[in-house]
């Protein structure tokens, strides 16, 4: 929560986005897991934000590439403290967050770098796993693949993949055929 005497809810997500990225590189630290809860914490905030109507002004890139660089630990601390497997993450929320760069004017990020963050929520979500319904995944996936940028459809693509083997069996029949 932001209170009176904090930062700014952008200088504050930005910095907690770097540390993420930064303690990933030790997934045996508590500490990544500890920051990784952090960032998660702060999805009701954004998703507020964004159901208010109003411009994002924290740099969602730079967001989910923290959780992008923790989502790719393979520690055991990081697999038992996962809140994204316990049910604890609101999955509205996150497909908030993850449509995003779709849906909304993001003021932190240069529109010629609108794709790449639309690459980096694409990679996120091609890894959460059984942890976002099939609905979820496929709405996001449908975006990128419908998209007007040729990376953004790419890595949509690429990532579909990634998805069925992350997510298991249930997503197969429709991600294959959006692939035909």
């Known amino acids: 929560a932001v209170g009176s005497g904090s930062l700014r809810p952008d200088i504050a997500l930005s910095a ?5 990225a930064a303690f990933s590189i ?31 002004t924290v740099d969602i890139s730079t967001y989910l590439e923290g959780i992008h660089s923790v989502l790719l630990l393979k520690s055991a601390s990081f697999k038992e403290n996962n809140t994204l497997q316990d049910g604890n993450c609101h999955v509205d929320l996150l497909l908030v967050v993850l449509k995003l760069p779709w849906t909304h004017t993001l003021l932190v990020i240069d529109n010629q770098l609108l794709w790449k963050t639309k690459c980096l929520s694409l990679q996120v979500l ?46 197969s029949p429709p991600v294959f055929k959006r692939m035909e």
Not at 28 to 39: A, G, K, T
Not at 155 to 160: K, L, R, V
């Open 16 to 20: 907690l986005s770097i540390l993420c």
């Open 126 to 171: 091609s890894m959460l796993g059984p942890s976002l319904s099939s609905k979820v995944v496929l709405e996001v996936l449908d975006l990128g693949l419908h998209d007007e940028a040729e990376e953004v459809r790419t890595e949509a693509a690429i990532s579909m993949p990634v998805m069925v083997l992350w997510s298991g069996l249930d997503i």
């Open 26 to 56: 030790y997934p045996e630290s508590d500490l990544s897991v500890r920051i990784f809860q952090q960032m998660l914490a702060w999805l009701s905030w954004i998703a507020e934000q964004a159901k208010q109507g109003n411009s994002i």
